[in-house]
């Protein structure tokens, strides 16, 4: 099995070196060694759903074909033709029961960025910078210096809990590329008392879909949380007529010994979907939203023998003896005579650079 950040040979693929950016052996590392008082300290910020993590590497092996199954500007994992399915925060959020507040991440600009409050953002960065004894501006905080801090404080103080969530992020959530802090964040987690408020599942989500849209361009670079991908379609589908348990967060469900098995039998014909649609309904954490959202009936087209060509999920909406699909839109998602009324004809590469950019 490959280790975590490192340069990873294919096995079966005689494609290059691949190299993977999400770390998740070095969490689960830092989360053995976690005292009673420091486990409290990370529940009460909403990270509590990290502790179940069993998983130490990604594999690597067919992991291409999660990012070509994955459509970074609408969300579809489309496995086959006729199995599909959008994958959204609330997917995040069954995966690893991260907060999922109404707050959007207060992110710190960087790069080129307009930023209203730079010289507030750059004291703040300095000032991380300077109890890390870096000098240089712009010089990024090793990985490792969090972690020698985070395993000092026994007490599970504030700056724990900062520190946790700077690493968790930056290690395997929404990984950076040079192992490395993500400055981004300090914003978010500079009031430890709002932590939770915040939405990191959109924030997990969207390093996931930015990751996609970079593996098209270069597929040996590999970002984002990789595993969420994987673990997101593994429980959609039953495997060998099992169904995978879904009790929450479902990264508890998921070792390295599950995962390889599991990719080994999904891809012995080379692809995915070809296992059977699961009878329990993802995500679990969108059915308390439901009762403000929005729902959507879609027919679709049959082929000869009168089944559907595209399938999102099992559905009992339909009372006529067409085939339709039943979508419930979480609030904020606009339907398609919303996004008609204000649709613009831009290119793919357009869009992309307007959203990461």
């Not at 490192?6 to 052996?25: A, L």
């Not at 990751?211 to 593994?234: E, N, Q, W």
Request: aromatic share 8%; with cysteine.
């Amino acid at each position: 099995m490959a280790g975590e950040g490192d340069v990873v040979e294919v096995g079966i693929d005689p494609t290059p070196s691949i190299f993977v950016k999400c770390r998740p052996g070095r969490l689960l590392k830092l989360i053995s060694r976690l005292n009673h008082a420091q486990r409290e300290a990370v529940k009460r910020i909403g990270f509590g759903g990290l502790l179940d993590l069993r998983l130490k590497h990604v594999p690597v092996e067919h992991v291409h074909l999660f990012f070509e199954a994955f459509n970074d500007l609408s969300h579809i994992f489309r496995a086959s033709d006729s199995k599909e399915f959008l994958v959204s925060k609330f997917d995040v959020h069954d995966c690893f029961l991260l907060p999922l507040g109404h707050k959007p991440l207060d992110l710190v600009p960087t790069g080129r960025k307009k930023d209203p409050l730079a010289e507030e953002n750059k004291q703040l960065k300095d000032r991380w910078r300077k109890n890390y004894k870096l000098s240089k501006p712009g010089e990024p905080i090793p990985l490792g210096k969090l972690l020698l801090d985070l395993e000092k404080d026994k007490e599970g103080g504030e700056q724990f809990c900062r520190l946790f969530v700077l690493f968790s992020m930056s290690s395997f959530l929404a990984p950076t590329t040079n192992n490395t802090v993500n400055m981004k964040l300090l914003g978010a987690v500079e009031d430890v008392g709002v932590i939770n408020e915040y939405d990191w599942c959109s924030y997990v989500l969207d390093g996931v879909v930015s990751a996609a849209f970079v593996a098209r361009k270069s597929p040996r670079c590999l970002r984002g949380c990789i595993p969420f991908l994987m673990i997101t379609y593994f429980q959609r589908f039953d495997f060998r007529d099992e169904a995978p348990r879904y009790d929450l967060p479902l990264i508890k469900h998921w070792d390295d010994e599950r995962i390889t098995s599991r990719l080994k039998g999904e891809l012995v014909g080379g692809c995915l979907g070809r296992q059977t649609w699961s009878s329990v309904t993802y995500p679990r954490s969108g059915v308390s939203y439901t009762h403000h959202s929005k729902v959507v009936d879609k027919q679709l087209p049959t082929t000869s023998s009168g089944t559907p060509q595209l399938m999102l999920g099992p559905s009992s909406r339909s009372t006529t003896d067409k085939k339709f699909i039943h979508i419930e839109l979480p609030p904020g998602v606009e339907d398609d005579a919303e996004l008609e009324a204000r649709a613009v004809d831009v290119s793919q590469d357009s869009v992309t650079h307007k959203i990461y950019n």
